[in-house]
């Protein structure tokens, strides 16, 4: 069974409780991408939800560490080199579209091989340019202990 149905179900449905607009269902087939991309460690499909020269940020809630930050572009030499499998979960975004700006905001849980690792926000900055909805920017709280339950349930590998 494909495990980012579910995923895509939970999400369209918990954008909002009115009907979606095309542009909101393109933004999330957008970060549904870049998190399948990053689950099959493929660098050529997370390329095109990237705007190269964008970030990924990464905070700790009790500010005990230094902002990580890293390029998308080396985040995808990361992603290549790298051998675990990741899993990012997420539900209940809330998105909002400015012309060919959009942010979506929303918490999720995330798993390396299979075991639970941490929890947090992503808010994704996306822009539209004529390749569509690219992600320029994910910043994205990460914490260990205190992570409420999903409402997606118990992760299953």
């Known amino acids: ?27 999330l087939s957008v970060i549904d991408r870049f998190f399948g991309a990053m689950t099959a460690r493929d660098t050529v499909a997370m390329a095109e939800t990237l705007v190269r020269e964008g970030v990924l940020q990464a905070f700790t809630p009790n500010g005990q560490s230094p902002v990580r ?4 572009a080396d985040y995808l030499v990361r992603l290549a ?19 060919p700006l959009a942010t979506v905001t929303t918490p999720y849980d995330f ?17 539209k340019g004529s390749n569509g909805w690219r992600v320029t920017n994910c910043v994205y709280t990460r914490q260990t202990a205190d992570c409420p339950p999903s409402p997606l ?4 590998n």
């Not at 930050?69 to 998308?72: A, E, F, K, P, Q």
Request: proline letters at 4%.
């Open 1 to 27: 069974m494909n495990r980012i149905a579910p995923l895509l179900l939970a999400c369209t449905l918990a954008i909002t409780c009115r009907a979606q607009t095309e542009a909101e269902r393109e933004v």
């Open 69 to 72: 930050t890293v390029t998308n």
């Open 81 to 99: 080199q790298g051998k675990e499998r990741y899993v990012e979960r997420y539900w209940h975004p809330v998105g909002r579209i400015d012309g």
């Open 111 to 127: 798993h390396i091989d299979g075991a639970f690792s941490h929890c947090g926000v992503d808010i994704f900055t996306l822009v």
């Open 153 to 156: 349930g118990p992760f299953r």
